[in-house]
């Protein structure tokens, strides 16, 4: 089999772009307050469970197609998500925003709401599961609680090499040991295409 090439979310945000966050800290996520560890934080629990997330405007600007939430959850406008669909790519599901709110109120403040209104703005909830790649990647844990579940992992590789075997075939997807989203160069290609504000694919690894 050929090998693919497996891309994650890049960060870069411009002057100017509205900061958004989720109104639940990390929704899908477990909140640890760990009377055992003493951790507080959460689970990197990998992949989405339920994802009712309201969107929390800290700074007012112009809002792009592809938005940071915050660790593992993005949102994606109108296009992005009919680029997703019309490519038929899979391991991502949208769900509305229950809220858009903001810190203040005032006319730039309810301008980005009305902005992320007309974009459509939906939660890219990717589901698809890439497995565990601590085997091959020499990934270990650094530190476990049995009371909390709480789990720490060394360092990610700069280069990810996700087992086929374990990969459930989905353009988008998690993997067991770290939050971050991953998705296949043909789902980065995609996204590319239509020239989304916001989004850019950085190489993580191969498949
Ligand atoms: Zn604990």
């Known amino acids: 089999m050929a090998t693919i090439?497996?891309?994650?979310?890049g960060h870069g945000r411009?002057?100017?772009?509205?900061?958004?966050?989720t109104t639940d800290t990390d929704p899908g996520y477990y909140i640890i307050n760990c009377p055992v560890c003493r951790t507080r934080g959460l689970l990197p629990y990998p992949c989405v469970r339920s994802q009712t997330v309201g969107v929390l405007v800290t700074k007012p600007g112009t809002v792009d197609d592809v938005v940071f939430l915050g660790p593992g959850v993005w949102a994606?406008?109108?296009?992005?998500?009919?680029a997703v669909r019309d490519a038929g790519?899979?391991?991502?599901?949208?769900?509305d925003p229950v809220?858009?709110?903001?810190?203040?109120r005032g006319p730039t403040w309810s301008g980005t709401i009305r902005r992320i209104q007309n974009l459509e703005l939906r939660i890219a909830a990717i589901g698809g599961r890439g497995g565990s790649?601590?085997?091959a990647n020499g990934v270990k844990v650094t530190r476990r609680c049995e009371y909390c579940g709480w789990i720490t992992w060394s360092k990610r590789?700069?280069?990810?090499?996700?087992?086929?075997?374990q990969w459930d075939g989905s353009d988008f997807f998690c993997i067991e040991?770290?939050?971050?989203?991953?998705?296949?160069?043909?789902a980065a290609e995609t996204l590319a295409s239509v020239n989304l504000t916001g989004f850019s694919a950085e190489p993580a690894g191969t498949l």
């Open 99 to 104: 809220e858009v709110v903001t810190d203040e």
């Open 157 to 165: 590789p700069r280069s990810i090499k996700i087992d086929p075997e």
């Open 14 to 21: 411009k002057p100017g772009t509205a900061w958004l966050k």
């Open 133 to 135: 790649i601590a085997k």
């Open 5 to 9: 090439k497996i891309y994650s979310f």
């Open 76 to 82: 994606m406008s109108n296009r992005a998500q009919k």
């Open 89 to 95: 790519l899979s391991g991502i599901r949208w769900v």
């Open 177 to 186: 040991e770290f939050r971050e989203r991953l998705f296949t160069a043909r």
